[in-house]
Every structure is written in structure tokens, then in C-alpha cells.
């Protein structure tokens, strides 16, 4: 079946502008996820919906950054007049959590779409 | 603060070669996932080890876990150089509402070579 699937794959922006990136979910994950990579680096959390639950918002690095997810599909993250500091590669996941007998229900193995490359000039 | 550290940060192995790469973690968590990263391509899931003593495999690599030293390793045997990748430990934050979020290591660059 499809995977998570994000766009554009590629952004280019001037410093100062707004960029809106998309994700799409596997169909019927509950939970989605957004980080980000700069170059060379590991993954940094970013933000967190689950159902209708609030969202965990305590991984965006500044209220130039906000996010927002419609139910359970297509969520979108937007960063506001946007630095170089931003340039980096944005990655969504999303996952389905299970409750496995014995284990608390958060076991949630999470799928990565391709990701967007941001670069602010 | 839950912080996870890899160790080696770069590791150049010979084919035909065995080698560990480990990941420590700095707080109590029993869920640490292993992911792979081709050059500009997204993370591919490898293993979830989901209590202590686990230990799974596929192909040439084996991930284990042991919760009471915080510590999982992902072995290599035998490297061939499709092996050649970056790889990554994540571990869940336990509780609350933040439990889904994953904390990744720095990553471990993965060179094989004739």
C-alpha cells in the first residue's frame, strides 16, 4: 500500500519568507510526526498529533514554527519568515500505536515519508 | 532529559568483517527502535526491541537490548557493502502525553569497503 508521502519533495526559499510543507499519513495511522534533520545530524522531534488528543508541541523551536492536522490525514507544517537556520531536511512519520498485552500502549513502530529539503537562501 | 549517544560516530569496515556499533541512552526506556539511512533517502525501520533481553535478527545484522544498562547494540557479521549506510538508534520517551515522540542518536555513518 502507499506510504507517507510528502511535498514538495525540494523547497528553495528567500530568508524572511513563509513555506507551508505537507505530509500525508498512511491511511488509518492515528499518529503522525514531524522532525527534522539538519546535515549530518540526527532527527529532532518537532511536534506530535495523536487522534484528536492536543498535540505535544514541545519540540518546535520557535512560534515561527506551527503545525496543524485536519482529524487523522494530511497534516501541515508551516515556519514563518524563515531563516537560514531552518534550511534542513523536514521528515513526517506516522504509526498506528498498539496495545500489546504486558506493555504500555506505546508501542509504535513509525514509517518516514521521503521528507522535503528546505533551503533558505 | 532523555539523551542517546552511538558510538562509533563513523566506522570503515573491511567486507567479510564483524563489527558492534552501540547506543546508550540516558533514562529509563523500554522501547528503542533501529533505522537505517541511505544517502538522501528517508529512514527505513529495522528493528523495534520492545523489552530487556530482546534480541532480534535479519541477515547480517542482530540488535539487542538490555534495559538495566541502557544499552542496545546492533552487530554486523560478515559486512558486505550494501550494508554501507548511516544507522540510527531512537528511543521512546515513557509516560505521558509525549510517549509517541522518538529521541534519536547522532547516527553512526557505515563505510564498507573491499
Known amino acids: 500500500g502507499a506510504g507517507v508521502s510528502q511535498s514538495p519533495s525540494n523547497k528553495v526559499t528567500e530568508k524572511g519568507k513563509d513555506v507551508e510543507l505537507r505530509c500525508d499519513p498512511i491511511?488509518?495511522?492515528?499518529?503522525l510526526y514531524w522532525y527534522r534533520q539538519r546535515l549530518g545530524q540526527g532527527l529532532e522531534f518537532l511536534i506530535y498529533f495523536q487522534g484528536n488528543s492536543a498535540p505535544d508541541k514541545s519540540g518546535l523551536p520557535s512560534d515561527r514554527f506551527s503545525a496543524e492536522r485536519t482529524g487523522e490525514s494530511v497534516s501541515t507544517l508551516t515556519i514563518q519568515r524563515t531563516q537560514q537556520e531552518d534550511s534542513a531536511v523536514y521528515l513526517c512519520?506516522?504509526?498506528?500505536?498498539?496495545?500489546?498485552?504486558?506493555?504500555?500502549?506505546?508501542?509504535?513502530?513509525?514509517?518516514f515519508g521521503p521528507g522535503t529539503r528546505l533551503t533558505v537562501l | 532529559e532523555l539523551k542517546v549517544e552511538q558510538n562509533p560516530l563513523f566506522l570503515s569496515m573491511q567486507e567479510g568483517k564483524n563489527y558492534t556499533i552501540y547506543c546508550n541512552y540516558s533514562?529509563?526506556?523500554?522501547?528503542l527502535y533501529w533505522y537505517r539511512q541511505d544517502p538522501g533517502k528517508s529512514l527505513e525501520s529495522l528493528f523495534v526491541?520492545?523489552?530487556?533481553?530482546a534480541v532480534k535478527q535479519e541477515g547480517r545484522l542482530m540488535a539487542s537490548l538490555d534495559t538495566k544498562a541502557r544499552l542496545s547494540t546492533l552487530h554486523i557479521t560478515a559486512a558486505v557493502h550494501d550494508l554501507s549506510a548511516t544507522y540510527f538508534c531512537a528511543v521512546t520517551n515513557a509516560g505521558g502525553t509525549s510517549y509517541g515522540k522518538l529521541t534519536f542518536g547522532q547516527g553512526t555513518i557505515l563505510t564498507v569497503h573491499p
Open positions: 526491541l520492545l523489552s530487556n533481553g
Open positions: 512519520a506516522s504509526s498506528l500505536p498498539r496495545r500489546l498485552a504486558g506493555y504500555a500502549p506505546s508501542y509504535n513502530e513509525q514509517f
Open positions: 491511511s488509518g495511522h492515528t499518529a
Open positions: 533514562t529509563t526506556s523500554d522501547r
